[in-house]
Structures are given as structure tokens and as C-alpha cells.
């Protein structure tokens, strides 16, 4: 798709003045957009629509009202092209303990169940969010298997992988039929890509997937990649601890986020999921 000035005419904000691409992810088309008052960043996503980003407009909101987010200014879409406009942030450096502290305050956020009030399946990965009063319902039907079904149908699973997840499913169960899950606000997809710190040093959160699950999946997603260091869960065990045993549960919630780049990139990922899958 091309961003013209007819495109850019449309949209519910004054007139652009200058506006060029920039980094954003390799899921959207990002630019800077400068008006005579004010500097934007908006995220396009060529004929999806507005449906695309209305999940992430709603994540927004909902970690906004404890943590730290970019403002939305303007979600929409134009000529079949769905667009999210959020206010610019000049980034800095800053501090992991305070960081730690955000996710906290983040996951103190409780709801009665687990799931969230719709579903997201615009995206490559369709998160099924139907309200769940149990943990282990929520987290094996509506993340771990429909992953698998779904790397089944890309022919990137066997036997083997088979075998084992059904031996970490049990375990799973076993663990969570005598332990309770409080329902927390997660972020849904916690990585080092997806926080940065304002140039005051304030961290920010940014494009976030949320549902209220088990705040330990959260908590996994910063030990797949990287990027998250001790101070990090300093700040965090400060506000509000985390359970002991946790590292005995990580691979459990770390094979989500595995499983969903098996799917999105292919079996470059494999070892990484067959070296969680063979504990079990």
C-alpha cells in the first residue's frame, strides 16, 4: 500500500505535515506523523481494517489505568486499511527495578475469571479468550492446543512432540487440580521489543495482548528472549512476590510463546520446543 496525502487527509487528526516510515515491528507499516502542533506515531495495517487494532486500543486502556502506555489518539481505518494513532515518545534509558515494579502493579489488577470479553483472531495466531473459572480449562484448550493443532496443520509436529506435551499437559493438570491461580491482568506478550523508557527514565509498556490469566505466564515470556535483568524482578518481588517453585512452572508457560513462533517461523524454533518438551 502507498500512504499518500489523500490517505492522509482522512484521518480524524489536523493536517500532516511531514510523515515518514519508521521501525515498528515486522507486523505492521509504522510512521511518524508531524502536524503543526504535534508529533504522532501511527501503526497500519494494510486491508485488515479497524477490527485489527481494536484488541490492542482495549489493552491499551486497561494497562493504562495502572501502568504506564503511549496515548491513543485515534484508531480507524481508511480505504480498507485499519491505522492506530498513539501520541510520540521520545525514549531514554531507565531503570529495570521500576520497570519491575509497573509489571507488578500490572498483574495486582484482578478479575473474577480467566479470559478477557472477546476474542482476538485477526491476527496470525487467534487468541481464544472465552471466560474460564479454571486455570487449567483456559490455558490447555484456549492457548497450548490450538498452537499444536495449529503446527499439526503446518506440518511442524510429530509423534514425539506429541507424546511429550501430553506428559507435560498431565503434569500440568496434576500441579494446578491443588493449587489456585488468582486471574491477573497479563500484558500478554512481554518482551524486551515491547517495553522502552521515556527520555524522563519512566518505563512505558507498548503494544500489549491482554487477557486475565496466571501472571507467571507473563513472568515467562521475560525469560525466553532476554532483555530482562535481575533488578527487573527485584522491582517486581518488592511490589508483589513471586511464588517459590517458579522455576519448576516456567517451562510450562514458556512452551506458549515457543509453540506460537514454531507456527509464526518455522522450525527454527523446533529445538527450542523439543528441549522443553523432552523434561516431560
Not at 100 to 120: I, W, Y
Not at 136 to 163: G, M, S
Amino acid at each position: 500500500m502507498a500512504i499518500d496525502q489523500d490517505w492522509l487527509a482522512k484521518l480524524p487528526i489536523e493536517k500532516v505535515d511531514e510523515f515518514h516510515p519508521v521501525s515498528g515491528g515486522d507486523i505492521n507499516d509504522s510512521y511518524s506523523l508531524q502536524t503543526a502542533n504535534h508529533h504522532y506515531f501511527m501503526k497500519v495495517q494494510p486491508g485488515r481494517g479497524k477490527i485489527f487494532f481494536d484488541h490492542e486500543v482495549e489493552g491499551l486502556h486497561l494497562l493504562g489505568e495502572v501502568a504506564n502506555t503511549p496515548k491513543v489518539i485515534a484508531s480507524g481505518e481508511i480505504n480498507g486499511d485499519g491505522y492506530l494513532i498513539q501520541n510520540w515518545v521520545d525514549t531514554g534509558q531507565g531503570s529495570q527495578f521500576d520497570l519491575g515494579k509497573m509489571v507488578a502493579r500490572v498483574h495486582q489488577s484482578h478479575a473474577q475469571k480467566f479470559g478477557l470479553d472477546h476474542n482476538f483472531t485477526a491476527g496470525k495466531l487467534p487468541k481464544i479468550n472465552t471466560w474460564q473459572s479454571d486455570w487449567i480449562t483456559f490455558y490447555l484448550d484456549q492457548r497450548l492446543k490450538p498452537l499444536v493443532k495449529l503446527a499439526t496443520e503446518n506440518h511442524r509436529w510429530n509423534d514425539w512432540r506429541e507424546k511429550h506435551f501430553l506428559a507435560l499437559c498431565d503434569q500440568f493438570k496434576h500441579y494446578y487440580a491443588t493449587h489456585q491461580v488468582q486471574p491477573s491482568l497479563l500484558h500478554g506478550d512481554l518482551w524486551a521489543g515491547n517495553f522502552m523508557f521515556e527520555t524522563s527514565g519512566r518505563p512505558m509498556l507498548i503494544d500489549p495482548d491482554v487477557f486475565y490469566g496466571d501472571r507467571e505466564l507473563d513472568i515467562a515470556m521475560t525469560t525466553v528472549f532476554g532483555g530482562f535483568y535481575k533488578d527487573f524482578y527485584s522491582g517486581y518481588n518488592s511490589v508483589y512476590p513471586l511464588e517459590s517453585g517458579l522455576e519448576k512452572r516456567l517451562p510450562w508457560y514458556q512452551l506458549n510463546y515457543l509453540l506460537a513462533h514454531l507456527n509464526l517461523f518455522g522450525e527454527t524454533y523446533g529445538p527450542m520446543v523439543d528441549q522443553i518438551l523432552e523434561k516431560y
